[in-house]
């Protein structure tokens, strides 16, 4: 939301108050008060009917400062409100000297002068990180009534700013305005399925808003050297929080407002999905599967969509019986093909669901104000919304997902949950406009809990649309409704990075664009890109997503990919385990692994796949790529070729292949087997060694499905001698120096470098590097 015209002018209607200098200022047990007046105060009668402005600041832990100003602080509390978490036994140190007072809280500092002008000024290392100057805290009143507390904090030169949620704008929020308020929108639109108070930036630090409504943005867009966020409210609080990298930033930011779940191995394989309008019963489900084993295309999840159930009638939880007869039969023989199974669900309840009149009877449907029930008929006609801030209703819609759990369901797609009335009465008494943003909090953790309660911690795996601040601990997420173009694919990854910067560790697409039939060139695009997501799913509107429908050489790439990313998973599920522990995304934005390179810093075609995997998709029919590469000696994870940075390259590449480069002295595990995600990652394994440096030295640990250490291989490089050795790994073992040649016991030439065999007991493969590579 805008207030000024131009640099002198306030728009039509509105009335501004800045905060001008301190008046007063309290310290007291590691928090830091101060009392700003909103003008000149040069004798008594100016502290005569006029705001005063009230700004607590504190840390809530290490390295994080937090703001609360307030006009009127007499508002009663309405929730809902993030769930935060402070470090415990951390307290921030004040200090003050002269007119300085200070606020300490680890490497991030909040100085004040408080003899004069306003400024709070954030700073680390001795240097200033941002600043809130003299428009920087204040309120406006409109013309309509409305009263929006309001903060800026500058940019400086060449300050970039990221994430706001999952966002298909461009990467670089600069000069675009943002509001923070969930849309159905799709991916073509300035609207967004995940909206979150956080933005990121490239100069170590972050800022997370805690107000869950909405939240109106102006980067750089009203006054272009700051970032200015406004609430509807008479309170404003915000988070700055510092890191030395952005990595560190996230990690302070998830530990703030919580961690991600770590998905279970399975998830990471393939999903294939009836696609939602399209024709299917079991006799499709069952062509399919067997199509997908037929042309040894491993397949991990089928997805049954929304007519599983029948028309009008979502939700209510029940098998269309005139399309499968038999759905604890038909689970029953999926489940022994192998396959887990995932079905669609949304929160709200069609008028002409059975579940109608017993929701409204028991009083879990959302009211509004004169009592009745809330409906539409947009979606499902007569549609109503379950009331989730009702610990009643919560149970009763989780009891319906148990049926179906116990029928042989293993997870959910947790559809919807964006366009929420604030015409309505919630059961807690919540703030309509604040629950807007916050009821897909509620709605997927309602699922997520029933799913870890019946299957068991570490097994529960969301594939939901709508999200917050906090909803990373819910994964999986997706992007939602795109077209099939090689646009879309381009815009899903840009919302897949921003939502990446803003805190979601998992994130998939849909394989092949949602809306619209794919060319079998943008298909195969789209599923190396898919297959190199943390999460992969092929799932359409009205057209179907099985590779062979397209061409044979889709089924080729389908089954090659797929079968990549499950000798990959030693790798991939480290990078998970990363998210868990330190909130960093397995699909990371370059700036998040290169924030030394100005290069990286504007990218968006292409990102890292965990530490040490560079991906660029194609996003052109006939192959053409555009790609960064960083600086060092890169390998093509797929040709063994070197690949010099820094500079930017342009490739053509066929279907079979795309850049998949693998940094320069890194260690890739790579699994034994590939016919299936889940398997014992760390018996066979292959470390695939990367150009490592003389004098490099690296440790790699080979993750367990459960998500403990299996084993743990160190490298080492001394002169031409290249040493690995595990005291712990539990079988054969092997070395794959990619691209180089080497001697050594049990050494021979490979197709991509030299390979050297550890049978089991084996602690340690000691190569020499032979001719250019000594």
């Not at 990373?472 to 099939?484: A, I, K, L, T």
Request: hydrophobic fraction near 40%.
């Amino acid at each position: 939301m805008k207030f000024t015209d131009g640099y002198w002018l306030m728009r039509e209607g509105v009335r501004a108050s800045y905060a001008k200098e301190v008046v007063d200022t309290r310290t007291e047990d590691g928090r830091l008060t101060l009392f700003a007046s909103v003008r000149p105060v040069e004798h008594r009668g100016h502290t005569l009917n006029t705001p005063l402005l009230t700004v607590e600041c504190w840390s809530p832990a290490e390295g994080v400062i937090g703001v609360r100003t307030t006009h009127h602080a007499g508002a009663a509390a309405r929730g809902p409100d993030f769930p935060l978490h402070h470090q415990d036994g951390y307290e921030a140190r004040t200090t003050t000297d002269g007119s300085v007072v200070e606020l300490t809280a680890g490497p991030l500092v909040l100085r004040v002068d408080t003899a004069a002008p306003w400024r709070l000024e954030f700073l680390a290392g001795g240097r200033t990180l941002t600043a809130a100057g003299g428009r920087g805290t204040g309120f406006a009143t409109l013309a309509d009534g409305t009263h929006h507390m309001l903060a800026q904090l500058s940019l400086g030169v060449g300050d970039l700013v990221y994430g706001l949620g999952e966002r298909f704008t461009p990467l670089v929020r600069n000069g675009q305005s943002v509001d923070i308020w969930q849309a159905d929108g799709g991916t073509a639109s300035e609207q967004a399925y995940k909206n979150v108070p956080f933005h990121l930036t490239n100069r170590g630090y972050g800022v997370f808003v805690n107000h869950p409504g909405k939240v109106s943005y102006e980067v750089g867009s009203e006054a272009v050297g700051q970032v200015q966020f406004s609430v509807e409210d008479q309170s404003l609080e915000y988070f700055v929080i510092q890191g030395d990298t952005p990595k560190e930033v996230l990690d302070r930011y998830t530990a703030l407002t919580g961690r991600p779940a770590l998905p279970p191995a399975w998830s990471f394989g393939l999903w294939l999905s009836t696609s939602f309008t399209t024709d299917y019963d079991e006799e499709t489900v069952n062509r399919f599967v067997r199509g997908m084993a037929d042309r040894n295309v491993p397949l991990s999840v089928f997805h049954f969509d929304c007519f599983w159930m029948r028309e009008y009638q979502w939700c209510d939880f029940a098998w269309n019986p005139e399309v499968f007869p038999d759905p604890e039969g038909m689970l029953h023989r999926l489940g022994e093909r192998g396959l887990r199974v995932s079905v669609w669900i949304n929160p709200y309840i069609g008028q002409k669901s059975p579940l109608f009149d017993e929701a409204k009877r028991q009083g879990h449907l959302l009211r509004r104000p004169d009592g009745s029930v809330w409906q539409g008929d947009m979606w499902q006609a007569g549609m109503a919304l379950v009331d989730f801030t009702s610990p009643a209703a919560r149970a009763w819609y989780a009891g319906k997902l148990r049926t179906l759990l116990d029928q042989g369901v293993d997870c959910f797609k947790t559809d919807f949950g964006e366009r929420i009335p604030t015409d309505v009465v919630w059961h807690d008494a919540s703030d309509p406009e604040r629950m807007h943003n916050h009821y897909t909090q509620l709605y997927n953790r309602t699922v997520f809990e029933v799913l870890e309660q019946a299957r068991g911690a570490g097994e529960a795996v969301l594939f939901a649309r709508s999200a917050t601040a906090g909803g990373q601990r819910f994964p999986v997420h997706w992007g939602g409704d795109c077209e099939s173009t090689f646009e879309a694919m381009a815009e899903s990854l840009r919302g897949g990075l921003s939502l990446g910067m803003s805190g979601f560790g998992f994130w998939s697409h849909d394989i092949g664009g949602f809306e619209g039939t794919p060319t079998p060139a943008l298909f195969k695009r789209w599923v190396q890109f898919g297959l190199l997501s943390s999460h992969s799913r092929l799932h359409g509107s009205h057209s179907y997503r099985v590779p062979w429908v397209y061409d044979e050489e889709a089924v080729a790439v389908t089954r090659d990919f797929t079968r990549l990313k499950h000798r990959l998973m030693p790798y991939l599920f480290r990078a998970a385990r990363q998210a868990r522990e330190r909130g960093v995304p397995v699909m990371r934005a370059m700036l998040l692994e290169f924030p030394d390179d100005p290069a990286c810093h504007t990218l968006d075609r292409q990102y890292m796949l965990g530490d040490d995997l560079l991906v660029a998709p194609v996003f052109s029919a006939d192959g053409t790529v555009d790609y960064y590469v960083p600086a060092g000696e890169w390998t093509h994870v797929l040709t063994g070729e070197r690949v010099r940075g820094p500079g930017w390259r342009r490739d053509r590449f066929g279907f079979d292949s795309l850049p998949l480069l693998a940094r320069p002295g890194s260690v890739v595990p790579f699994g034994a087997r590939d016919a299936h995600p889940v398997y014992d990652w760390a018996d066979g394994v292959t470390l695939r060694v990367h150009a490592l440096a003389d004098g490099a030295e690296t440790v790699t640990e080979v993750p367990a499905p459960d998500g403990s250490v299996a084993a743990t291989f160190r490298t080492r490089r001394s002169g031409a001698t290249v040493t690995v050795r595990s005291d712990d790994a539990p079988g054969d073992w092997r070395v794959l120096l990619v691209g180089t040649d080497a001697d050594g016991d049990r050494a021979e030439r490979a197709g991509l470098g030299t390979l050297a065999a550890a049978p089991a007991g084996t602690r340690e493969i000691t190569l020499r590097l032979a001719g250019r590579h000594a």
